[in-house]
């Protein structure tokens, strides 16, 4: 069965020629009927949508105050709390440009965006300031620090005051315009600056409320960080638009705080990633420990989830992985949802308003079942408007009319994408071409496995020789007899040339802030 989108309204992305993120999740939450509704929750308290409405107003007479003004890069550096939405409200709806990093990175990494991204002020929670002490004297408006500001910084609570006073103008920002900054986590690299535009909030929301349409009752939760922009998009953005309650975890997601989150606060939809999912699944009988009953669907992106994690999923927990997929220049592009079923290990079909295709190095489509180069038509409003101060790497992904991903992919018949691993993860061995992707998903099908990670190991006779780095469920001893038990289960689910030569075993696989595994720190 070929999947199609149905007819869509014309309006459905339909970009005004002035938009402000801030002013269309804030300036019209009244005429939508959201103001008594719980916005967010998180353990200590709530907040409705009129109430968050009036904390913004207030904030925003206080950066102003500050001397804020349009255009000027405004470092965000939180965890996710209400503090965080309430700034990156306010900076928008003055005009300025707020700027995400992640919380994890480190004095090195937090120095070189201050500096790259021109930010004037900082803004930030006690817990974070050590770093930002050493690079106070190169931000001009200081720091601002929510919680308790220690000597030599400013108290974000000063900003919001009392007095709510006089509506406070939102900027008559283009659509066009920069909205804010999310810097990558700098894995490969120095952390690129990803400049989007006011736009996104329509392109993209609209996509998000199609592929997954919500109910007034929902309650949304991810457990990323809002430096990752799906988690930001998902759990933030996207619920305010759609005027639902939104879930806040403030602690790090490990299983357990995820556990503990969903049986204290009733989330009905869930967005993580796979890994989170899979350690969510190694805790022997989780299903009877804690109470899934309030979830109707959860999401899974950032990483490959495997059909073996998907099966289990909804064997054990009794609901769904919608997979979808996304890049951080855009945030989300092909996924699947309950309007089509799912087809797990899959990472979906294309949504409405983007044009996805699996092409060679001459652009021409390959076809069904062939893999090729996943490419986006960069034209999209959704997409990125370019890498802060970087028009070369900006141009070495958009070229020729397509934003080029880096991943290898290919479709089905009937219009599913199917991933099969970065261009530069892929490798081959004795001339034939090995997708990771493909044995990792073998990899973890047996019982003992909770993750695998597959890499090359240079071999002057084959050219590469298929290396699996494999953590065990607790319990189980990373013996010899365990690696030949798992190559054999291996060599009978796949081809006898892509089962794995080395089998080693690791406590755990280095990963990204956002998840993401590290797959060149385990290359050698």
Not at 287 to 305: I, M, P, V
Not at 338 to 344: A, E, F, G, N, S
Request: hydrophobic share 40%; charged share 25%; with cysteine.
């Amino acid at each position: 069965m070929t999947v199609s989108n149905p007819s869509l309204p014309p309006e459905f992305c339909e970009i005004p020629d002035r938009l402000n993120i801030a002013g269309e999740l804030i300036d019209k939450i009244n005429t939508r009927g959201f103001g008594k509704r719980t916005a967010f929750v998180w353990d200590d308290g709530c907040v409705t949508f009129g109430d968050l409405a009036d904390r913004v107003n207030r904030l925003c007479h206080g950066l102003a105050t500050a001397g804020v003004t349009p255009g000027m890069s405004v470092l965000v550096w939180m965890h996710n709390c209400h503090e965080f939405v309430e700034t990156l409200l306010a900076v928008m709806k003055v005009g300025a440009i707020p700027i995400f990093l992640n919380s994890q990175l480190g004095d090195e990494e937090v120095g070189y965006v201050i500096a790259h991204s021109d930010a004037q002020v900082a803004f930030t929670l006690s817990s974070l300031t050590d770093p930002l002490l050493k690079f106070i004297d190169t931000l001009p408006l200081g720091v601002f620090v929510a919680r308790g500001a220690p000597k030599g910084t400013n108290a974000f609570e000063m900003l919001t005051g009392d007095d709510p006073g006089d509506p406070f103008p939102t900027a008559q920002t283009k659509s066009d315009d920069p909205a804010f900054m999310i810097y990558t986590s700098g894995t490969t690299g120095r952390p690129k600056g990803i400049v989007h535009a006011h736009r996104w909030v329509i392109a993209l929301g609209n996509a998000n409320i199609y592929r997954l349409p919500v109910r007034s009752e929902d309650r949304i939760y991810a457990t990323g960080e809002w430096s990752f922009i799906s988690a930001l998009g998902h759990n933030v953005i996207f619920p305010m638009r759609n005027g639902v309650t939104a879930v806040i975890l403030e602690g790090r997601p490990t299983a357990e705080n995820v556990l503990k989150t969903i049986e204290r606060h009733r989330p009905t939809l869930m967005y993580s990633v796979a890994t989170v999912y899979r350690r969510i699944l190694a805790i022997d009988e989780v299903e009877d420990l804690y109470d899934f009953s309030s979830l109707r669907g959860c999401n899974a992106t950032g990483e490959a989830l495997e059909a073996t994690t998907w099966h289990a999923f909804k064997d054990r927990i009794g609901c769904e992985i919608w997979e979808h997929y996304g890049v951080s220049e855009m945030q989300m592009v092909l996924g699947q949802g309950p309007r089509q079923p799912v087809r797990p290990g899959s990472i979906g079909v294309t949504i409405p308003g983007t044009h996805v295709e699996v092409l060679d190095e001459k652009y021409r489509k390959v076809p069904p079942g062939k893999i090729g180069h996943l490419m986006i038509a960069a034209q999209n409003p959704g997409f990125f408007i370019e890498y802060h101060k970087d028009p070369e790497k900006t141009a070495e992904v958009v070229h020729d009319g397509w934003y080029h991903t880096g991943d290898l992919a290919w479709q089905d018949e009937d219009g599913f994408f199917w991933v099969a691993g970065r261009e530069d993860d892929c490798f081959k061995s004795r001339g034939i071409f090995i997708s990771p992707y493909e044995i990792e998903n073998i990899l973890r099908q047996h019982p003992a496995i909770i993750e695998a990670c597959v890499v090359p190991r240079s071999d002057s006779e084959i050219g590469n020789r298929i290396r699996a780095v494999c953590v065990l469920k607790a319990g189980t001893k990373p013996t010899k007899a365990m690696a030949e038990e798992i190559r054999a289960s291996v060599r009978m689910r796949i081809a006898p040339y892509k089962t794995p030569h080395i089998i080693e075993f690791a406590e755990y696989l280095p990963k990204s802030p956002v998840g993401k595994i590290l797959r060149r720190e385990l290359t050698p």
